[in-house]
DNA sequence: TATGAATGAGGCTTCATTCAT
DNA sequence: AATGAATGAAGCCTCATTCAT
């Protein structure tokens, strides 16, 4: 399903489910796909204790026991919708870590592309910032351990950067840390894909702001 | 501070009710208060929806149906934690609103005082932010309406100190609005009141970046 | 009129309370008194089920908790109301039917007595008629009872007139004795004390409906 | 379902409801009318408010949760049951007063129709005429407002039949009506659908008695 | 693939009642 | 004579989930 979701729906779309036989379109993945993203757009809409399986089905025109023919529960739709938004993250995360660039560079990449994918999958990050209370004990442990991963690198980064002088002395690194990710993270909360501002725009002026901020005159 | 907290409370303590009887303390405001303050960390510890009116007994050393001896539903119990935190804000905010301090200053003074009162009131302050959806749509309303008025005169602030060269023309004031707000709202997600440095640090750090990162070198 | 009842209060005065010494009037019984005056209109109004204790205590100016030094149970009250009802009722019922007057004479009486009782006592024959399930199983057989013995000696005195030809032979005593008590106990829903005619005249209109259907032209 | 109901229900089985397959029973609607009939039946014998939904599954092999599959909401089904009645009276009602039968044949017509239709549906029209109390306030003004409407239609009968002279000028027209009601209305609280007379024989003798209490001998 | 019927656990709330003060 | 605090039982209702068809 490349596409075309119901109006509401600000997240870009998934790319297509992969098939089983070339000839035969796996439908059940499309209609799956179908499903996570209906939940993802009601459980951000309405939240996830407020949605109920009874109107995910009802939305999918479906009754609620024929959701169960494509999910095991409702805590594992929400663990997946958000597991995917985990991934991408992890993905580009990954990727700057690795590359070479100085620390100041690493942080400005990082911001840029948080951003983007914060606004590009505006329901997915929503649930990832909202309601991870919502799965088991363990499932929060995944999140919140990746999360402060990140978060270890931004401080090290910083760290790094201001010992090599080009950060101000006189700022904390780890204040500096959390702010970049209370910032960047707000923007779930109010990007509107219409807005006047692109993703990436708003991702510049992110890090005009900060890198601004932090480095020393 | 006339009252010891269970450990995990981190908020500030109330100031203590009104009296009925000027000679004799009124217990049952006491006994509510302590009620409200129960079932803030308990929200805060484990999500609103996550909490029943029967662990929310349990802890006080009550039964379910005792808790409404002091309450009138779940809902109005959040309500009022949530009505206290937002009470406190509007008045600082107006305060300050009202001052003829030229616009940065006002935005310093803003930053500074909202931080401070987020990281004193962690409890209250996280349910304002994660919990209002539990609240009924006409709360709803009220609550993102004050929020946007806060909005609303930071962004005239700093468009005010651009037009009058004080801020970098190159930045949009409106996305520098809300990153002033995901990062000095974001305090209630890491701080802690036994942590490296004080509520009042942590403003100052704000205000550093921030004002350093707007203002025209 | 020796008592003030609050305006909704169809009911004539039950009179004064005994007096335990006659210096010192028994302020006890009068407060008693009241609380079931006031409990009756209540019930009245809202019906039994649907008034509560707490209810009851504020139009009394009492605490519920208060409530219980005049009572003993919530039942307890409802039957006291009902049997002070149910009591005179008797005490005219016997009267009548130890009388000699000719079968359809007391009739008449009866006709006349019972609606201007019930008239007279509307919110208490109110919940006589409508209340009793609310009672204890025993309770209620009480009060069955007593409306059967009235009904049955009604369908005697039909009866004994038919077989004295004064009443017409193509009548069902049985069905004629149901329809009496129908009409008669069916005042308390319509009538109004400040209405166009009185609980007499009322009384008078039934006996002319009915004995002129009854009797042989 | 043409029948047979549980030994203590004593009223006429309601139609089959409609099918929404023509060939395949709706089943769903079948097993919802035996909800229905089951919970008039027990509020009948026992008082809506002491009839718990919990008691109503058991009688009906479910748990109390599952009967929430078949209506929306215990007052919903008290509604459902007494608007089947209250639909009923409507349609002869006014089959009646659309009628060109002098006055007091319609008067005759609706005393022999109304006793039938309560005793052939002994559970509902108690019901009608016992908890309404407990419907909603909107509700109860429904039912009120079309008793009203039987009322005054009756009352402009027996008032046109006097002008004419038909009926005796002594005999207030409004008592009579409240009678008439009264007597017939009462049918419920002791017809029994195994008893000596028939429903069509008791309205006969309520007619004798009647009308020839109001005519001009 | 989807339905329909039911489960079962639990949640919020109400209320008559008690009892020490 | 009345209060205030609490109890405890029960009531209505919701909902994720299951499973035979």
Same mark, same amino acid.
């Given at each position: 399903?490349?596409?075309? +979701?119901?109006?509401?729906? =600000?997240?870009? =779309?998934?790319?297509?489910?992969?098939?089983?036989?070339?000839?035969?379109?796996?439908?059940?993945?499309?209609?799956?796909?179908?499903?996570?993203?209906?939940?993802?757009?009601?459980?951000?809409?309405?939240?996830?204790?407020?949605?109920?399986?009874?109107? $995910?089905?009802? +939305?999918?025109?479906? *009754?609620?026991?024929?959701?169960?023919?494509?999910?095991?529960?409702?805590?594992?739709? *929400?663990?997946?919708? &958000?597991?995917?938004?985990?991934? /991408?993250?992890?993905?580009?995360?990954?990727?700057?870590?690795?590359? /070479?660039?100085? =620390?100041?560079?690493?942080?400005?990449? !990082? $911001?840029?592309?948080?951003?983007?994918?914060?606004?590009?999958? !505006?329901?997915?990050?929503? !649930?990832?910032?909202?309601?991870?209370?919502?799965?088991?004990?363990?499932?929060?442990?995944? $999140? &919140?351990?990746?999360?402060?991963?990140?978060?270890?690198? &931004?401080?090290?980064?910083?760290?790094?950067?201001?010992?090599?002088?080009? &950060?101000?002395?006189?700022?904390?690194?780890? $204040?500096?840390?959390?702010?970049?990710?209370?910032?960047?993270?707000?923007?779930?909360?109010?990007?509107?894909?219409?807005?006047?501002?692109?993703?990436?725009?708003?991702?510049?002026?992110?890090?005009? *702001?900060?890198?601004?901020?932090?480095?020393?005159?």
């Amino acid at each position: 399903m490349t596409s075309a +979701e119901s109006a509401g729906e =600000p997240d870009a =779309p998934r790319p297509p489910a992969r098939r089983r036989s070339p000839g035969r379109p796996d439908r059940r993945a499309a209609r799956r796909e179908q499903v996570l993203d209906t939940a993802a757009r009601m459980f951000f809409e309405r939240g996830y204790e407020a949605t109920t399986t009874t109107e $995910i089905g009802a +939305e999918l025109g479906l *009754l609620k026991g024929s959701v169960y023919y494509y999910i095991s529960s409702k805590e594992d739709l *929400l663990y997946e919708i &958000v597991e995917q938004y985990h991934r /991408d993250t992890r993905t580009y995360f990954d990727r700057i870590e690795a590359s /070479d660039a100085p =620390p100041l560079e690493k942080l400005r990449e !990082l $911001i840029t592309t948080e951003t983007a994918h914060t606004a590009t999958n !505006l329901t997915r990050s929503s !649930l990832f910032y909202t309601e991870w209370r919502s799965l088991s004990p363990e499932r929060q442990r995944t $999140i &919140v351990a990746e999360r402060a991963r990140h978060e270890q690198a &931004v401080l090290a980064w910083i760290t790094e950067a201001r010992a090599a002088g080009a &950060v101000r002395a006189d700022l904390d690194p780890k $204040i500096a840390t959390y702010a970049i990710f209370g910032m960047v993270n707000s923007a779930y909360r109010w990007f509107r894909p219409d807005g006047r501002l692109t993703a990436e725009e708003i991702g510049r002026e992110f890090c005009e *702001l900060v890198l601004s901020g932090l480095e020393v005159r």
